[in-house]
């Protein structure tokens, strides 16, 4: 699998579906999604063209474990996270219920990050 392609069409996506709610959003005036909206956009289509851009023009930086485990890391930490928010801020989830959710798709993207930062620092001089 090309991790770079990965990160790039599937922010894509992320940005298609961003756009899509805020402009729902400006549309009926209904503002009360703008955390799940930012956070599509930014853990979503944001975050996944940089390091998308990044792996594939720094040389040797997509080669290895490391960025194949940031890519799923930070893929099914990011789906859960903006899911279960969405969930839980349109009211469609209880919170006592969706809550233990959060953490482990935070610490899933955390470790994701400390892998692509760990990486970067030995492949990027
Ligand atoms: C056609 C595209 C877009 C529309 C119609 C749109 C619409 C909106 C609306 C209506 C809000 C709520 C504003 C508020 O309540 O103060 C919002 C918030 C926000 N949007 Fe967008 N947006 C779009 C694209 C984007 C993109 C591409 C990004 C980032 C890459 C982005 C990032 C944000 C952020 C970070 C906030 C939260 C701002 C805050 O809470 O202070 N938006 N957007
Ligand atoms: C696991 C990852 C992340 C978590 C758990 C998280 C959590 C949060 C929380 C709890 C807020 C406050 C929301 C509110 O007051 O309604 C927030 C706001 C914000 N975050 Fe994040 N965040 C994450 C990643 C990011 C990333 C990667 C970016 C940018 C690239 C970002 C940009 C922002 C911005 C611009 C705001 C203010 C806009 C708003 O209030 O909706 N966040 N975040």
Known sequence: ???????????????????GLGSYMGGSGDHSLAPVHAHINLLGFTLMTVFGLAYR???????????????????????VLLAGLFLLMSGRADG??????????????????????????????
Not at 96 to 109: L, Q, R, S, Y
């Open 1 to 19: 699998m090309d991790v770079s392609r990965g990160f790039l069409v599937i922010g894509s996506l992320y940005l298609l579906v961003g756009i």
């Open 57 to 79: 023009l720094l040389p040797g930086l997509a080669e290895g474990w490391m960025p194949k485990a940031h890519f799923w890391l930070h893929q099914v930490g990011a789906l």
């Open 96 to 125: 006592a219920v969706i809550g233990p959710i959060f953490p482990v798709a935070e610490i899933a993207i955390l470790l994701g990050a400390l892998l692509w930062a760990v990486n970067l620092f030995g492949k990027s001089r």
